[in-house]
């Protein structure tokens, strides 16, 4: 029987949550940034490779803390809550009207 560390998750959790929330938001900058720039896709390049080294080492310390994967799976729980949330909230809705364009 597997024997599951709960301590290890919750902690996980505990820690992914607001990374995830910091990583999003750090996604919603650079997206921000990028599209008001001369040069995008330098932007969108280190805006990633800054929120991937930061998830990253987190999530490798995270796991030489604890010593054991269950911390990562609570933490992997927590980014995808968050990542559905997000996206949940980005969808426009299907109802909405948009506006006529000329020439269409």
Do not use: D
């Not at 505990?14 to 990583?23: E, I, K, Q, T, Y």
């Amino acid at each position: 029987m597997i024997e599951v560390n709960s301590s290890a998750i919750v902690l996980g959790f505990a820690v992914g949550l607001p990374l995830s929330v910091l990583f999003f938001w750090g996604l919603n900058w650079g997206m921000r940034l990028a599209l008001a720039s001369e040069h995008p896709g330098r932007l969108l390049l280190l805006s990633f490779l800054c929120r991937l080294v930061l998830l990253l080492t987190v999530g490798f310390g995270l796991s030489t803390l604890t010593a054991t994967l269950w911390s990562l799976a609570g933490y992997m729980l927590a980014f995808l809550l968050v990542r559905v949330v997000t996206v949940m909230r980005a969808q426009v809705p299907r109802n909405a009207t948009l506006p006529k364009q000329e020439g269409v």
